[in-house]
């Protein structure tokens, strides 16, 4: 099973930028799908991005399309999430987590994912 560790979260204001990232050990990620999600106290853990194995586009939330992009580079094991022009309302911790799954929409269900990474705290003040 693949391992996830996520970085890069912190504080930043309204309207500023972030970049996630999500570097993979264990396996390597060719294989996987790979989604962000994110989570905040008392609600469930909902889909922000994902990108399939083969790399074509990714999909988004309608919340954050437009804002967010998310790429992988398999030669170095690891995806990303760049948050653009981010608002409180992106406030959460996100998760990175791979999949196996590869029946259609799978990549936007929490369940087709099998390995999740511990968590970025991001923080967006107003």
Do not use: H
């Not at 309207?15 to 996987?32: M, N, P, Q, V, W």
């Not at 889909?47 to 580079?73: E, H, L, Q």
């Not at 760049?82 to 929490?110: H, K, L, W």
């Amino acid at each position: 099973q693949v391992q996830l560790v996520e970085s890069g979260g912190g504080l930043v204001q309204a309207g500023g930028s972030l970049r996630l990232s999500c570097a993979a050990s264990g396996r390597t990620i060719e294989s996987y799908g790979m989604g962000w999600f994110r989570q905040v106290p008392g609600n469930e853990r909902e889909f922000v991005a994902a990108i399939s194995w083969i790399g074509d586009s990714p999909y988004y939330a309608d919340s954050v399309k437009g804002r967010f992009t998310m790429s992988r580079d398999n030669a170095l094991n690891t995806v990303y999430l760049q948050m653009n022009s981010v608002t409180p309302e992106d406030t959460a911790v996100y998760f990175c987590g791979a999949s196996r799954d590869y029946s259609i929409g799978s990549y936007f269900r929490r369940n087709a994912y099998e390995s999740w990474g511990q968590g970025t705290q991001v923080t967006v003040s107003s």
